[in-house]
Nanobody
Framework: QVQLVESGGGLVQAGGSLRLSCAAS????????MRWFRQGPGKEREFVAS????????YYADSVKGRFTISRDNAKNEVYLQMNSLKPEDTAVYYC????????????????WGQGTQVTVSS
């Protein structure tokens, strides 16, 4: 039902900023909870941030709290991840995921997934 395409990744120096976008296809985007995950080299996929589809409630991983901000524009069917004060440990492929159930970080149901966008932070 939903296809997701991430964009906005790139190479930045530590302390820099990037804004990731995730464009969703199909109707009823506002009803979907949207979550960002990332997978760094040699690491397992981890939750980054999320925003609910019904109230705009947001969640953040402790590692990014205060540096990253998630937002959405339902008119454009897009969700964003503003990343500031980037660190080398933020280097990863970033994925967006959508579901119609929950924005909670540990929700374990089935998501729709994008293909990911690479973020590389150099020291």
């Amino acid at each position: 039902q939903v296809q997701l395409v991430e964009s906005g990744g790139g190479l930045v120096q530590a302390g820099g900023s990037l804004r990731l976008s995730c464009a969703a296809s199909g109707p009823s985007f506002s009803s979907y909870a949207m979550r960002w995950f990332r997978q760094g080299p040699g690491k397992e996929r981890e939750f980054v941030a999320s925003i609910s589809g019904n109230s705009g409630l947001t969640y953040y991983a402790d590692s990014v709290k205060g540096r990253f901000t998630i937002s959405r524009d339902n008119a454009k069917n897009e969700v964003y991840l503003q990343m500031n004060s980037l660190k080398p440990e933020d280097t990863a492929v970033y994925y967006c995921a959508a579901n119609r159930v929950s924005a909670k970080p540990n929700w374990g149901g089935n998501d729709y997934w994008g293909q990911g966008t690479q973020v590389t932070v150099s020291s």
